[in-house]
RNA sequence: GCACCCGUAGUGAAAUGGAUAUCAUAUCCGCCUUCGAAGCGGUCGUUGGGGGUUCGAAUCCCUCCGGGUGCACCA
C-alpha cells in the first residue's frame, strides 16, 4: 500500500513537471490524520519558493484525478501534509488477508541472504548473569526477525573455556571442597561452582590489595612481576598454567566436570528461553587461529613493542586506540581470539553474507579496533560485520560484578518470577504439569518483554522491586490479550458460529484494531532493517489495547447479531498476528493463563 | 586528559526532521448478572541550560551542565 501511493505521488509529480524529489510516507500518528501520510508539498514547495499549503492542493488535485479503490479520500492538512484516508473495503480486505495468508508477517528485506549471529556468551565456570539474559533475548529475537525477512540464520554462541577465570572458579573449589558437591541439577552444581568462582576471584583480588607499596602504580610493572607476592594469586596462576598443559590429575578431572555441569546447565536455561544454538565456538580453539593471523601479518599491520604484539588502529581511524594482540609473555589476548573467531566463522559458513554479534555496549571500542585489523587483512570481510551492542542492568546499589559476586543470576532471576507467576496462578483449575508450563511462559515472557520493549542500546534499570511487570506495559499483558481472544474464539466453536471476514458481514463502523492489523509486515521489516525487536513490542501493546478496548466495548459472540461472524474473524486475525509477534519477540503464546 | 554513548511527566520508556510529544506505572474517580478485571474508561503531569540551521527540532550543528562506558599486556 505505501508503495502504491508513493507510486501515485510520483505520477503526480510528473503530471507537473516536478521531478527529482525526496518525499516520506508514513503513519500520522494520530488515526483521525489518515491512515497514510505524506510531506511532498512541504518539501516541493521550499524547493520552488511557494506556499505548502497552496501547493499541497494542487498536488492533491492530480493524486485525486486516478484514485485507486482502496483510498476513499485525500485530504491536505496542517502546514501542508496530504492525508491519505483508507476504504472499508480495503481494511475488510486485509483481514482477509491475514487469515488466508500464510506468509503474511513476512517481507523480503534479507531474502537469500546467509546470516549468522552469535549471542549470549556465557562463559563455563563463571555465572550466568542478567547481562546474559539480555544478550540471549535481544539475539533470539533479532534472529526471528532476520528470518521472518528471508534470511537463513545460524545461531552462535562463543565461550571462554579457558583463562584466569576458570583458574579462580577452580582455586575455590581446591579450598572449599564442599562446593565439589556432585548432587543435584545442573543448576545447582553450577550455582556452587559459581560460589566457587567469587571465592576465588576475591582471594586474586586481595592479592592485588596487599601489593608492597612500592610496586603500586607503576606501569611498567609485568605480569611475571606480579608472581612474586600473593600466595592465592601464585597459586592460581599455577592453576591457569596447568590447566593449559593438562598435566594435574585432579584438576582435569575437576576441570572436566566443571565444564560438562556448566555448560549443561546453560543448556537448560536455553530450552527455558527458546534458544537453540547450531554452533559452538570455544575460546581454546580460537586462540592458535588468531595467534597464526597475527603472526603472519607482524610488521605489516602489527607491530612490536615494549615486547608485546599490538595494533596501532590509531594510525588508520584517529577515534581508534591501540591494543594489545599478543602479551610480552606471548599468550593471545581476548582481541587476537576475537579475529580467529571472525575468519573461523566465515569457513564454517561457506559464502556467508553478515556475521552479527551481539555483547553490552562496553565492548563497542575492543570490536571496532578488531574490525579494523580485520578489514586490513580480510578486506572481503569489511562490509560483511555487524556488531549490536545493548545497555546493561543497571543495579540501584551500582555496577554489577560477577567477580565480586554482587549480582542477580539469569537462573535465580527466571526462578523468582516463575514463583511470582505460580503464586497468581494456583488458584485455577489447571492440572500441576499446566500450571507449571503457564508459569514458564509467563515468567520467561515478563523479562523478556522488559528487554525488548526498549531500543536496544539503552540501558535497563533494574529495581529488585518492580523491575518485573505482569500489567500494563508488559509481555503477561500481551499473552494476557492473547489468551482472552483465544476464549472467545472457543466459545464461537462451542455456538457453532463460523467466523467469516467478508465485508457484508461486517458492520458499518471500522474498529481501530482493523486500521493497525495490516500494518504488522511493515513493522516486521522496519524491525529488521534497524536491528530493533522494540518496533515489534510497541507495535503488539498498540495492537493488544485495540483488541481489549474492541472486547470490552462488543459482545463478540452473539447468535442474534449478524456481525457476530466478522467480529470472530477479526478476533481470529488479531490471535494470528499476536503469535506470529510474540514470536519474533521469543515469547511464547500460552492457550491459557 | 582523549574517545564513544546518553539526558523526555514522580518513576520507567516511545517517537523515520513533521501535525495537539505517545505509552506504561504511580495518584485520584468510575466499570465484573456480555464472552477471562493480568482488563476497560476517565484524571494528573514532560523534551537538562543557552545559542544556531530549518517553513518545521526531543531529533541536526555549536557550547555549557550532569551521568555512563572504554582507553597496553583481563575477557
Known sequence: MQEKIKNLIKEALKNLEILDIDFIVEHPEDLKNGDYSTNVAMICAKKLKTNPKDFAEKIKIEIDKNLPKEIIKTEVAGAGFINFHLSPGFFRGSIEEILNNKNFSQNNLFSGKKIMVEYTDPNPFKPFHIGH??????GESVARILECSGATVSRANYQGDVGLHVAKAIYGLLKNKKLQDKSGANANQAGRIGEAYVEGSLAYENDEESKPASAQG???????????????????EEINKKIYARDDEEINKIYDWGFRVTMDAFEDLYKMLGTKFDFYFLESQMAPIGEGIVKDNVNNIFEESDDAIVFKA???????????????????MYETKELGLAVEKFKTLPNMNLSIVVTANEQMDYMRVVAKALSLIYGEYTDKMKHITHGMMRLSTGKMSSRKGNIVTGESLIRDTIDLVSLKIKDREYDEELKSKIAEQVGVSAIKYSILKQSTGGDIAYDFEKSISFEGDSGPYLQYSYVRAKSVLEKAMKENILPDPHSENAPLEIFELEKILYRFPEVVERSAREYEPHYIANYLIEIAHSFNSFYGNNKVVDKEDKNSPYKIALTFAFTF????GLHLLGIEAPEKM
Open 577 to 580: 498476528v499476536m503469535k506470529k
Open 314 to 332: 590509531g594510525k588508520h581511524d584517529p577515534k581508534l586506540h591501540t591494543r594489545v594482540f599478543i602479551t610480552s609473555l606471548g599468550l593471545p
Open 133 to 138: 539474559l539480555m544478550t540471549n533475548a535481544i
Open 218 to 236: 607503576h606501569s611498567t610493572l609485568r605480569v611475571s612481576d606480579s608472581m612474586s607476592y600473593g600466595e592465592a594469586r601464585k597459586e592460581i
